[in-house]
Structures are given as structure tokens and as C-alpha cells.
């Protein structure tokens, strides 16, 4: 995440604090508390990896987990169903554009499914004009979540739907998300 730990000093706590002790945090306040949850017995997130180094970030939990999302009008919960969400994707710069997000997500998927989760859900932009900073879309963008398979299910913004995608019963029992090194 960089030495500012992604988007200014936030560690992907964002959503996992209420604002004044997200803001209190701020900074290495975050980045201890996330190095709490790396620690834990459930990882907050998958890494993926590049040549050996990582280079891509994908925050996934069960909604429980970011109690903040349901403070906002726009990304309360829909319904009471159980569900795991994204909630931030950081990829370093010279990687993007290359389908790492879409990589990042369905091994999300996969790595929900082997911990019994049956929906994952997401919040991406789906922005109103071209180009969007990348800076900004830290939830992703709507056309990834699209190509992965996730539908939209709410929408109380022109520029962030709730995208889902109802995860079936893996087959073969090995997961993606154990083999998200990609090679040059």
C-alpha cells in the first residue's frame, strides 16, 4: 500500500471504523489495525503477486465486517441476506489496466466460497464521464464487476450501484484465489 498505506494513510479501514476513529487513526493508527486483521485468523483481503512481488489488493469480508457501510444512504444493506463485500482494490500503477482487477475479483469470489460464503457483493463506480481518475475508483469500476458475472441489485446513486453475484458450489474444491501469481 505504499507509505501512505493506499489512499491517504486509510490501510482499507475505511469502511471497518466509524468516521471519528477511522479519522483519529488515520495513518499508522490504520496501518496497525490492519496489520491486527492480517494477523487474524481469517487474512482481510487477498495480495496479488507479480514475479514474486505484490502488486494488487483486494479487501473481502463478510459485510458485518465494515459496519460503516451501513451509515451511508447510498450503500446500506439491501436485504438481510448474509453477504461478504468488497471493499477496496489497490493496484500498483505500472499494473494496471492489464485485467488484474477482474483477476482480484473472481479470486474474491473463490476465496468466499471456500470459507462458505454464498454472495459476495460490491460497490464500484460506474462514472459519468471518461476517463475516471483510478485515484478515485478504490471500489473498483462497475464494467469489472460486470465481466465477473455481478449484477446490480440497488442503485441510490447515478455512480454507485450494489452489485452482487450469487456464488455457486465450487466442483473441483481447489480455489483460485490460492494461485493468483501472475508471471511477466
Known sequence: ???????????CMLWRLGKADFTTNA??????????????ERPPGLLAYW??????WISVAPRRDF?????????KAVDEQDVWSVSCFLIARA???QGLAAR???AACDFVRAHGGKVIEGYPIAPSKNPYPTTYAWTGFAEVFSRVGFVEVARRSSTRPIMRKELQAESSGESAYADLETSS
Open 67 to 75: 459496519p460503516r457501510l451501513d451509515n451511508s444512504r447510498v450503500l
Open 104 to 106: 482480484l475479483l473472481e
Open 27 to 40: 495513518g499508522e493508527g490504520n496501518r496497525a489495525a490492519m496489520k491486527k486483521l492480517a494477523a487474524g
Open 1 to 11: 500500500m505504499g507509505p501512505k498505506g493506499g489512499y491517504g494513510g486509510c490501510w
Open 95 to 97: 499494473y494496471r489496466r
Open 51 to 56: 514475479d514474486g512481488h505484490p502488486v494488487g
